[in-house]
């Protein structure tokens, strides 16, 4: 089965990774991973509790290596926005957050998981979490990145500096004055001006002003 998908900005879709979820519980059959699954899904820490409880201690040593198409139990917390379920993983259960990118919009679990030693600036695929936040108006987001040093010049091979996502973000489903906020946040922090972004807000054509 695929790993659960994302938008093609790297944000989350949460309907196709609820029927990603579907699909991976009716393949496990009835399991504790089911079970585990279903729990994180409603953000059931009692439930969660009870069942790690009724473990062996090897089994629960190894509950921070379980994953499901390459997508850990706490990733699956994460992307699902479920922060109590999280704070359980991370705080008592001692679960590595590094496991985990800090996406979506939840400013609550973004602080959580920076407080306990999540990079600001780890990279994947569609850039950091400045990228991903700049390209779905996520301003609260990119306000607490940037007080955690978040490195506002950092380059994506996909969207490019998180300035030129913020500018690039209005084409999907950002409305401008969300993405003209985090561009102000941006350049507060002297956020550095490439000759990319001089061609896109002029319109200015290099090659042709110099073949001329």
Known sequence: MDPPPSRSHGGFDKYHFYHWLGCKILALGESTEVELLLAVQVGDVRGLKELVSGMEEKDRAKLAEMHFDGTGLLHLAVNLGRIEVVRYFV?????????????????????????????????????????????????????????????????????????LTALHSTKHVVNESDALEIVKLLVKVHVLFPFAFIVLTTGWDPVSSCSK
């Open 91 to 163: 705080e008592e259960l001692g679960f590595d957050v590094e496991c985990a990118a800090i996406s979506g919009g939840n400013e609550e679990l973004i602080q959580l998981l920076l407080s306990r030693g999540a990079r600001v600036d780890v990279a994947i695929a569609h850039g950091t979490p400045l990228h991903i936040a700049a390209s779905y108006g996520m301003t609260g987001a990119v306000k607490i990145l940037l007080e955690h040093n978040a490195d506002p010049n950092s380059i994506s091979k996909v969207s490019g500096t998180p300035l």
